[in-house]
Nanobody, 122 residues
Framework: QVQLVESGGGLVQAGGSLRLSCAASGRTVSAYVMGWFRQAPRKEREFVAAVNWNGISTYYDASMKGQFTIPRDNTKNTVYLQMNSLKPEDTAVYYC???????????????WGQGTQVTVSS
């Protein structure tokens, strides 16, 4: 079992940056692929980015690559989502997830956090 707790959300102006954190606990956390997803109001949850167990291989949604990065620190059992040049359309609840495959399919992720709200004002 893996427990995930997100933090770092909040209100930011358009053009600003924000870094989300996802603290993981449980057995062999460092062996999991870690991913970030988001869900905007009245929209389906969508994939943002993922990183493999050693932090070297990453995978991004094509529309978000270059704007977001997903560093990982296994010594702290924490994965981050660095978000730059934020736009109002980035407003969403952001979820952290742990899984076994480096891809954007939600079914590949077995454990989920509760989410953290990010609001970008214009």
């Amino acid at each position: 079992q893996v427990q995930l707790v997100e933090s770092g959300g909040g209100l930011v102006q358009a053009g600003g940056s924000l870094r989300l954190s996802c603290a993981a606990s449980g057995r062999t956390v460092s062996a999991y692929v870690m991913g970030w997803f988001r869900q905007a109001p009245r929209k389906e949850r969508e994939f943002v980015a993922a990183v493999n167990w050693n932090g070297i291989s990453t995978y991004y949604d094509a529309s978000m690559k270059g704007q977001f990065t997903i560093p990982r620190d296994n010594t702290k059992n924490t994965v981050y989502l660095q978000m730059n040049s934020l736009k109002p359309e980035d407003t969403a609840v952001y979820y952290c997830a742990a899984g076994s495959s480096l891809n954007g399919a939600q079914r590949s992720y077995d454990f989920w956090g509760q989410g953290t709200q990010v609001t970008v004002s214009s």
